[in-house]
């Protein structure tokens, strides 16, 4: 398994958690999808949707592990200077630990090496513990999408917060 420890920027008040991060690969589809599955009860991703995402060009994403066991995920998509978050997400007993930071900075480094200037996801406006992570990663809120995410109750549906954060100094890329 090629593995890295990604160096956490100090510039961010994140916990001093050192995760074991690897790239994610085509190989990782299955996986990213049970992972996927147990933090996304109400919307899964099939280890098709994965496999299809992972082979597209511009598509990247990490795996934080603790020995055999797999901890997170992120996967993003860079498109000229823009990079959308896809997915994201820590299982319930790994969480508050900074895994979600390494994995969201580990992000935000490789998007800047691709030469992004913009990173951009959608969360659900109720989940505040995802929010709280962005601020404080220097996301802001550009847009709202009503009604865009569903939840068990059919019926029920959540707004998405758009949020983005230019990669700048913090991250190197600003000319
Ligand atoms: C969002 C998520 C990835 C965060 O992962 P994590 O490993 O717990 O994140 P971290 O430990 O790095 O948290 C960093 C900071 O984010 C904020 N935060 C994280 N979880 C929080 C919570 N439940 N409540 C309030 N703030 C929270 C805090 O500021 C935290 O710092 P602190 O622990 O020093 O207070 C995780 O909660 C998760 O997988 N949730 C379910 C899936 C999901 O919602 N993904 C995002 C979809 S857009």
């Given at each position: 398994m090629s593995e890295k420890t990604i160096k956490q920027d100090t510039t961010l008040a994140v916990?001093?958690?050192?995760?074991r991060i690897r790239d994610l690969t085509l190989s990782d589809a299955a996986l990213s999808s049970a992972l996927h599955s147990a933090c996304f009860q109400d919307e899964p991703w099939h280890t098709e949707a994965f496999a299809d995402l992972l082979a597209m060009p511009g598509t990247f994403g990490f795996l934080s592990y603790e020995t055999d066991l797999p901890l997170?995920?992120?996967?993003?998509r860079a498109v000229a200077d823009e990079?959308?978050?896809?997915?994201f997400c820590v299982i319930?007993?790994?969480r508050r630990g900074g895994i979600g930071s390494d994995l969201l900075i580990a992000g935000l480094h490789r998007a800047t090496?691709?030469?992004v200037r913009d990173v951009f996801l959608e969360v659900a406006v109720d989940n505040m513990a995802?929010?709280?992570?962005?601020?404080?990663m220097g996301f802001a809120q550009t847009a709202v999408r009503p009604n865009y995410y569903r939840r068990d109750n059919p019926l029920r549906r959540v707004d998405a917060?758009?949020?983005?954060?230019?990669?700048d100094d913090q991250f190197g890329t600003k000319s």
């Open positions: 916990p001093q958690h050192r995760s997170g995920i992120i996967l993003c990079c959308e978050v896809l997915t319930g007993s790994a090496g691709l030469g995802a929010i709280r992570l962005y601020q404080r917060v758009v949020m983005s954060k230019p990669l």
